[in-house]
């Protein structure tokens, strides 16, 4: 049983301050300060070049990999870190159109993260230019899987308003159909259970700062199925990627496995970090944190549309259908966040009209989710977000 | 005039070392510990999501670009930072590919990095079928630039001798011929004056482990021609290039100049590494360095031809023709390599049989070479690297 006493306790969150951004930024684990420290001071400062070798960084990717593959579903040897994620979405919808060549649609909706689509986008001009981008709405996904596509292209978990796609029951709709699936688990990793593995997705990738806490800008990681891997040829071959990178060969040979998806030399300080991140899941098994957070979810809910009748739930009542944020519409939701932020209750808003709250039994309990609504419902009824200096646009991610 | 001996003190070397592989991973600079660690406790553990804007996360690209711009003779507003080199080769070949359409053929050369040849395979065998990448040796490239080539892409500074091309002639060549170039700075930015604008470079790109220290893997960066920019078409869209990133608009729309080279969310704990780092070039002229390096090789070469002469000059002789580095072949190279690392003189091995040695005055002296010559001629001279201890290979970048 997962003590969530105990992870609470390996987070650094402000005083006054209650975090329901982490599905934007996860907060700070206590761990990474020093484990950043020692890696530039001891690793970088005394090994020097050594330290490729003497204390690991050249096997990272790899190994980071596989602990993050513990809460996806993904076995060992099957996912590796690197990049950004729009970059892991290049070379897994690359070599997914490579893999299937008879087809000629991706197929998207307008629920992924845009992101996804423009790298899609770019890929389709360049690289694919015979192919097409179809986008449906979340909903129209499962009849639009039919004989033309080639991959299904979705994130598990809807950025702004928590849907979930049911993975397992999509990725074998299109494998009858002949077509693959890449999966991006932006808002899944670490949030929910995920099984890669079970459900047979082909290729998925996902960021790590979000709810694996890995810091602003933490690499990303991508998984691609066993069956498929040795038969993956790269279209971002870098010499990370290649069988024997310091051969220096002038003709690139694909690496074993997943080794191939590496690209460029490792970001070894974020690896750092991330690594430390990454010891709050030790002893934290998927379906605590899943039932723990459906709880603060549904406990939420009931208190917000108690108390801010205004605001509009925008995600998915039934908590099996959703991820693990909660979120909201509302006309002034851009004033009613920064107002919100103001005092304390720190989630984000979505353009047009949405606030988010991402919520993890990781750092919250239902303490923190009473007080918060006893502050919005403050905002609200006050209408304290009518402060013009909330009504000032700025860039937020 | 620069004061070398004020950078050198901005440097943490191991006592017992003389570093001359910076090169290959430049040694910590003092700053770097205390900003790394200042802003992960105080804008990620305190600013939360807010620091994308509280601590200027997200434009920390284009500035420090603008920094390493004055380094590499780039306008201010011409450089970002971002990715790794390999990522950054893509872009920039997919780019200069398409905007010199009706031309099939990349010319590199064998002393160009395996890596930025495998990017180019890579993106042959995917995106741009129907061209060819043309490898010439380093000799050969004027005479094969040609008509028929769309874009010269070569390393300045070979990384295995040290060789210097002539980027200001051949990119007048290029030009002459209706060719673009590429060119990879990573031996070139922080070793050699570099002037982009006066060159008139069309594309360079180039990494900051080396002699920008910014520490192991470390993002890249990527400079495009003000003439150019405002045409490119990202292969590589993501969302961080688009012109409203955070319109979430779900068609692409690049953004304005360089901004649209940028691809995922940045790495700010790297970035606010790399920052630090360049502190130490604050008062210091590349012109400077560049002599100051050119008589720390010549010492080094009068004295290694004495003292050691089983070792033959791989570098060229000539000052003006060669990068910061000196390097030199041996059969038995790599256990030479070795025998000297245990001896505290770090410098590095390519295959098949040069050892390397990169020379630096911000934190080298004649002292050092002097030093490192005396180890040297002992290693060679009792051929102490026939210890098989140092015969075993092992993964050295």
Redesign the interface.
């Known amino acids: 049983m997962t003590d969530f006493q105990k992870t609470r306790s390996l987070f ?1 969150i ?1 005083d006054g ?1 209650i ?1 329901l ?1 982490g599905n ?2 996860g ?2 684990p206590r761990a ?2 020093d484990r ?2 020692r890696m ?2 001891e690793e ?3 090994e ?6 003497s204390a690991g ?2 096997t990272m990717p790899r190994r980071i990999g596989d602990r993050i593959g513990r809460l996806i579903g993904a076995p060992a040897g099957t996912v590796v870190i ?6 892991k979405v ?1 070379q897994a919808l ?1 070599s997914a159109l ?1 893999l299937n060549p008879a087809r000629r649609v991706i197929l998207s909706d ?1 629920g992924n ?3 996804d ?3 899609a ?3 389709l ?3 694919a230019r015979d192919h097409t981008l179809k ?1 449906v709405t979340p909903e129209e996904v499962d009849a639009a899987i039919d004989e033309t596509v080639a991959v299904v292209m979705l994130t598990e978990v809807d950025y702004r308003t928590g849907r979930l796609h049911d993975m397992k029951t999509l990725t074998a709709k299109a494998h009858a159909a002949g077509a693959l699936t890449i999966w991006d688990l932006a808002h899944s990793a670490g949030a929910i259970p995920v099984d890669l593995a079970a459900a047979g997705a082909d290729f998925a990738v996902g ?1 790590t ?1 979000k709810y694996l806490n890995g ?6 990681f991508i998984y691609v199925a066993p069956a498929h891997v040795e038969r993956v ?8 990627g ?1 069988a024997a ?8 040979r694909a690496g074993p496995g997943i080794e191939r998806l590496r ?9 750092a ?1 991330l690594d430390a991140a990454l010891d709050v899941w030790d002893g934290v098994e998927m379906r605590d944190v899943r039932a723990a957070s459906a709880a603060l979810a549904d406990l939420f809910i009931r208190e917000m549309e108690a108390r801010c009748p205004d605001l509009t739930l925008a995600s998915p009542r039934d908590g099996g259908k959703r991820g693990s944020q909660v979120s909201f519409r509302h006309a002034d939701g851009y004033a009613i966040m920064q107002a919100l ?1 103001a005092r304390g209750v ?1 989630g ?1 808003f ?2 047009p009209d949405m606030v988010r709250f991402g919520l993890t039994p990781l750092y919250i309990g239902a303490t923190e989710i009473r007080s918060a609504v006893d502050i919005i419902a403050d905002v609200m009824t006050h209408r304290r977000f009518d402060d013009p200096a909330y009504r000032t646009r ?4």
Chains 1, 2 share one sequence.
């Not at 690197?82 to 970059?87: F, K, M």
């Not at 990178?245 to 002038?250: E, G, K, R, T, V």
């Not at 700025?394 to 991610?397: H, I, M, Q, R």
């Open positions: 650094q402000p301050v975090y951004d934007s930024l907060p700070l990474v300060p950043v420290g530039i001071a970088w400062g005394q020097l070049i050594r330290g490729w070798n960084w050249m690197g990049d950004t994620l729009s970059i290049y690359a490579e307008s993260f845009p992101s689509l423009y790298i986008d770019g890929l001009k360049s690289l986008v960021c700062y810091g602003p800008g933490a690499p990303a040829r790269p279209a971002l071959s870098g010499w990370m290649h990178p310091f051969a220096f060969d002038l003709d690139y690209v460029g030399t490792p970001p070894v300080i974020a690896l970090a932020i720190i984000d979505r353009a700025a860039v937020v991610t």
